[in-house]
T-cell receptor, first 115, second 116 residues
């Protein structure tokens, strides 16, 4: 069985603050993929990043960065210098061969950035 | 280019009625997925198509739910005898191919179904 846990339900920050979203996953597979998606108020799920289980190198894309720690089964996401447009629900997801690569999503973290 | 298109964006229906939700995937994407998202939850898998056939329908909650993709492109999710518990946002996604290099899923805006 596979499971994704996002312990933070809601986070509220003031603009320009950094915000880190936690994601912990469970899977019995040794090969798997991790994802982050953003869901703004419009409702569309926007793909942000995909990492495979063999690549633990952290990644930075503009104000976004991701910290993959296989030892703790975590794939955390940090938004640096947050902006109002970052307000959205963020989902962490996992896919693995034992589940036919179907995406399993966490419950999501609602981020509110106040001006 | 055009993304995944879902129609209608909103659907209100009475309990017991039949509804159809449509999904137009990105052109050339062979894999198509339906997910359901209840309020405050992450999307949950319903069914996945590879081409015209349903490769995995293990997420369909019961036999009132059915989906087709007759020509390997547009898909329709059909719900019979709707119940209030079916109220949710139904999301469609497509990808270039479903396994192996694990292409990311591209989602549509969803159809918000409300059963009164």
């Amino acid at each position: 069985a596979q499971k994704v846990t996002q312990a933070q339900t809601e986070i509220s920050v003031v603009e320009k603050e950094d915000v880190t979203l936690d994601c912990v996953y469970e899977t019995r597979d040794t090969t798997y993929y991790l994802f982050w998606y953003k869901q703004p108020p419009s409702g569309e799920l926007v793909f942000l990043i995909r990492r495979n289980s063999f690549d633990e190198q952290n990644e930075i894309s503009g104000r976004y960065s991701w910290n993959f720690q296989k030892s703790t089964s975590s794939f955390n996401f940090t938004i640096t210098a947050s902006q109002v447009v970052d307000s959205a629900v963020y989902f962490c997801a996992l896919s693995a061969p034992s589940n036919d690569y179907k995406l399993s999503f966490g419950a999501g973290t609602t981020v509110t950035v106040r001006a | 280019g055009a993304g995944v298109s879902q129609t209608p964006s909103n659907k209100v229906t009475e309990k017991g009625k039949y509804v159809e939700l449509r999904c137009d995937p990105i052109s050339g994407h062979t894999a198509l997925y339906w997910y359901r998202q209840s309020l405050g939850q992450g999307p949950e898998f319903l069914i996945y198509f590879q081409g015209t056939g349903a490769a995995d329908d293990s997420g369909l909650p019961n036999d009132r739910f059915f989906a087709v993709r007759p020509e390997g492109s547009v898909s329709t999710l059909k719900i019979q005898r709707t119940e209030r518990g079916d109220s949710a946002v139904y999301l469609c996604a497509s990808s270039l191919n479903p396994t192996g290099n694990n292409s990311p899923l591209h989602f549509g805006n969803g159809t918000r179904l409300t059963v009164t």
